[in-house]
Each structure stands twice: as structure tokens, then as C-alpha cells.
């Protein structure tokens, strides 16, 4: 198990359980987090961990680390996406269709 730590705790929000990321181009699958997703870990498989730098990486080394990029897609989306007007807490069907849902 390989445990890692964002320096900026901000970028914690792109990760989550078997999201994709890549550290020092090596791409891997995590493992867990804890829940802000600020320091996290993976399993990596023998293999992997032979044939990649990883192996002589030490405790406390910096590393690049590019995260999920369907986590930062799915938050552009979101932040481009245009607001539902919202009456009685409730999505109306024509809002839906509107907005290519159905």
C-alpha cells in the first residue's frame, strides 16, 4: 500500500475510491481515501511496482501527481451547467425536456 498526500488539500475533491490517478505518469486505481480526499492510498500490484520508479520513491518524496480527469470534466460541467429554476423543490418534466433529460 502506497499512502500520498496532496501538498494543496484543495485538489482532495478529485479524489475518490476507485478513481483514477496518475503519480509520476504511473497510471493507478485508488484504494481509499479519507473523506476530503486530502491523503489517500493505493494497492499496487507487484508488477507494477517492479517495472514503474515507484519503487524507489521514499517516504516523504514529492511526486507529480495529475488527478481524475473525469472528476475535473464532471466539475467543469457542473460549474458551465445551466441552473434549474426550481419551484415546490421539485424538477418539472418540461424543465427536463428542456434540458435534453428526456
Known sequence: KLEVR???SFFGRYICE???????GVSLTVAGCID??????????PHTWGT???????????VNLEADL???YTERFIQKAPRPSINN???SNDWLANNGWV
Not at 18 to 24: F, P, T, V
Not at 52 to 62: E, I, N, P, R, W
Request: aromatic letters at 10%.
Open 89 to 91: 423543490n421539485s424538477i
Open 36 to 45: 476530503d480526499g486530502s491523503r489517500f492510498w493505493i494497492a499496487v500490484i
Open 18 to 24: 476507485k478513481a483514477s490517478i496518475a503519480l509520476d
Open 6 to 8: 496532496w501538498e494543496e
Open 52 to 62: 514503474t520508479s515507484l519503487k524507489d520513491l521514499q517516504v516523504g518524496a514529492f
Open 70 to 72: 473525469l472528476a475535473k
